[in-house]
């Protein structure tokens, strides 16, 4: 198992941040660090992504750092400069894969079925994202999926919350969840500092109960 399916095993959830000011990461990096999650997707469906994802590299230097929603090579080199520790594709696209591969950061991809998943394999990637989870026909989609793939191990996101993610991590080859709930944007931007630091330990506590 690679490193980095070892640190998304250990931490069994992975907060997916959309950030609009990319200044928001420092105190928001400090509450998730301190309270057991040491851990950040930052979505690039904001223009502050990679400015998020350098100013939380320099703050938080220790954390698990990945960049979520990257849909070509641009992106994906922006993202490995900023400090990135590894990619999230909504989508499982070849030339992103490609770029990745050839300046040496790990890819996490979208897959939702069994030829998207094929596909990966033939490019050499066993660690996929499963996306849209619960659209996609969720816990009961994921076991199907794994089945015939005995390499593969998954990260199901989207539509994960705190009533269905044990369901998730419950499977064999779940390696860890991405969710939003406990980095709700709204607090983020309202400074909701103490909230947001009750949701994470909350959301710790659930994950290793």
């Known amino acids: ?17 959309a950030i609009d000011k990319a200044e928001d990461i420092i105190p928001l990096g400090k509450v998730l660090a301190e309270n057991g999650l040491p851990a950040a997707e930052i979505t690039f469906r904001s223009d502050a992504a990679a400015e998020a994802i350098r100013l939380l590299r320099e703050a938080q230097p220790d954390m698990l750092i990945g960049a979520g929603t990257v849909l070509n090579k641009e992106q994906a080199i922006a993202a490995k400069e900023a400090g990135a520790t590894f990619v999230v594709s909504p989508g499982f696209n070849p030339n992103t894969v490609k770029a990745c591969q050839e300046i040496g950061i790990d890819i996490v991809p979208g897959v939702n079925n069994p030829s998207a998943i094929e596909a990966a394999l033939e490019m050499g990637l066993t660690t996929l994202k499963f996306f849209p989870a619960e659209a996609s026909g969720g816990v009961n989609m994921v076991k199907a999926l794994l089945a015939p793939y005995g390499d593969v191990h998954i990260m199901p996101t989207g539509g994960v919350n705190q009533k269905n993610i044990k369901g998730y991590l419950a499977v064999p080859r779940v390696l860890a969840c991405g969710g939003t709930w406990m980095v709700d944007k709204k607090l983020v931007e309202a400074g909701e500092w103490e909230e947001l630091a009750r949701l994470t330990r909350e959301a710790v506590e659930l994950v290793n109960s």
């Not at 198992?1 to 941040?17: C, D, F, G, R, Y």
């Open 1 to 17: 198992m690679s490193t980095i399916n070892e640190q998304l095993k250990a931490l069994k959830v992975i907060p997916v941040i």
